[in-house]
T-cell receptor, first 114, second 113 residues
Framework: DAGVTQSPTHLIKTRGQHVTLRCSPI?????VSWYQQVLGQGPQFIFQ???????GRGNFPDRFSARQFPNYSSELNVNALLLGDSALYLC?????????????FGDGTRLSIL | AQSVTQLDSHVSVSEGTPVLLRCNYS??????LFWYVQHPNKGLQLLLK??????LVKGINGFEAEFKKSETSFHLTKPSAHMSDAAEYFC???????????FGKGTKLSVIP
């Protein structure tokens, strides 16, 4: 079975631009979470979506938004990019809205801001 | 609020010797605890999880961890290191009833041949 897939794998943008990152969860998984991992740090929680609704949000500005589609895939959008947004963005999926179920991570999208 | 502290940013061991990666946690509620591993330019792979069952948890690739509530610790161990174990390891806490994972800063494990 395919794991969590993210696209693109790498992306280069300039300050002020907008970016959209995409995630396809493991088949049958309805919950998707997004994390930001800055170089040298652990991942930080951005959003969790379940059944197309936002169920949790981390401490990130309103420039960050996301949505989940009927097929449970998800997009993360970031507006007005800043240099500090340069990071690895990770998507994780899990089968049900049960915190005891482990999350399965994709390989991430590496975003570089020039 | 919950948090984790990984006590070593870098651990270096010789191949065939034991591995110990230390983690202390802080949580107001009964936590779930995890260890994830990240190889270079890769996503995160779950090694093991503790969710209030047995305090000694066995994971993949010979790793195990012991939950010690009195010490608020969840250290990761392996009896004999292999070259393929070289990676970044993250201790992770999740508060009961919450979906949000809180990661430590990571411990980079180097294995010397």
């Amino acid at each position: 079975d395919a794991g969590v897939t993210q696209s693109p794998t790498h992306l280069i943008k300039t300050r002020g631009q907008h970016v959209t990152l995409r995630c396809s969860p493991i088949s049958g998984h309805k919950s998707v979470s997004w994390y930001q991992q800055v170089l040298g740090q652990g991942p930080q929680f951005i959003f969790q979506y379940y059944e197309k609704e936002e169920r949790g949000r981390g401490n990130f500005p309103d420039r960050f938004s996301a949505r989940q589609f009927p097929n449970y895939s998800s997009e993360l959008n970031v507006n007005a990019l800043l240099l500090g947004d340069s990071a690895l963005y990770l998507c994780a999926s899990s089968p049900v809205r049960d915190p005891n179920q482990p999350q399965h991570f994709g390989d991430g999208t590496r975003l570089s801001i020039l | 609020a919950q948090s984790v502290t990984q006590l070593d940013s870098h651990v270096s061991v010789s191949e065939g010797t034991p591995v110990l990666l230390r983690c202390n946690y802080s949580s107001s509620y009964s936590p779930s605890l995890f260890w994830y591993v990240q190889h270079p330019n890769k996503g995160l792979q779950l090694l093991l999880k503790y969710t209030s069952a047995a305090t000694l948890v066995k994971g993949i690739n010979g790793f195990e961890a012991e939950f010690k509530k009195s010490e608020t610790s969840f250290h990761l161990t392996k009896p004999s290191a292999h070259m393929s174990d070289a990676a970044e390891y993250f201790c992770v806490v999740r508060r009961a009833g919450s979906y949000q994972l809180t990661f430590g800063k990571g411990t980079k494990l180097s294995v010397i041949p």
